[in-house]
């Protein structure tokens, strides 16, 4: 996986961060692979490329909530 904290990285923004496993958290209502919300995975293609950074650069402390959820469960 791509290093998503600085805007430089190679991936570009208008490719989805999905990776296949399409399961939201039940309490953040993050996605398990994306980390996204379902509004965002909706919207994705409507989204400009400073919103879709924002949200790739959020993955990290949303991976943190929905380990930690997960391990509270």
Do not use: F
Request: proline share 7%.
């Amino acid at each position: 996986m791509p290093d998503i904290k600085n805007k430089t990285t190679k991936r570009k923004p208008d490719l989805s961060p999905c990776v296949g496993v399409c399961l939201l958290e039940p309490k953040s209502r993050y996605c398990y692979g994306c980390t996204r919300t379902l509004p965002e995975i909706g919207q994705w293609h409507k989204k400009t490329d400073d919103e879709k950074y924002v949200m790739l650069r959020d993955r990290k402390r949303r991976r943190i909530i929905v380990e930690e959820n997960r391990d509270s469960a």
